[in-house]
């Protein structure tokens, strides 16, 4: 299977590819826990049905320290008991604000308020700029059909 475009070759996507990659350091380099933020993303992913991103966030995310244990059980984080009440808020957040055109109101006051217990503003920032960044890679990676499994950890620096 062959993406429907080469985002590694064109010069247009290494552009904008570049100020998405910027912006994932600023957030990677914030106070927002590194375990969270592959969680976050490994969500998000989940729900758009992004292959590659999920390749690349698991490899990533095991490679930290990640478990087996939690990595299977994202996707049913509601039942799980491996995960803290952080980041519980930090993955409902990911789900509504995923999910934002099925939700009449986006994020509803509730999640928000929960998420605000457990981070603080710098942190929120980073936490909703990180679940908006996950979802353009998405969306980006889902219409090329970008495929996915090959990824090696550190890969792209």
């Known amino acids: ?3 429907r475009l080469n985002f590694f070759t064109s010069p247009i996507a290494g552009k904008a590819l570049k100020h998405f990659t910027s912006a994932n350091k600023v957030l990677a380099d914030s106070t927002l826990p590194a375990a969270t ?25 095991a490679a930290a ?21 952080a980041e519980r808020a930090a993955l409902e957040l990911t789900e509504q604000g995923t999910r934002i055109a099925d939700a009449a109101g986006g994020v509803s006051d509730e999640v928000w308020a929960d998420a605000a217990k457990h ?32 990824y090696q950890v550190g890969q792209f620096g």
Not at 51 to 57: A, E, P, T
Not at 67 to 85: G, P, Q, Y
Request: glycine share 4%.
């Open 1 to 3: 299977m062959d993406a």
């Open 119 to 150: 981070y603080d503003e710098e942190q929120l920032t980073a936490l909703v700029s990180l679940i908006a960044l996950i979802n353009a890679f998405n969306r980006l990676n889902v219409m090329v059909q970008q495929p996915a499994g090959d």
């Open 37 to 61: 933020q592959e969680l976050v993303k490994i969500r998000a992913s989940q729900i758009n049905g992004c292959g590659f991103c999920l390749d690349m966030h698991t490899k990533e995310a």
């Open 65 to 85: 320290g990640e478990t087996s244990l939690r990595l299977n059980m994202i996707a049913a984080w509601r039942e799980a008991k491996v995960f803290t009440d």
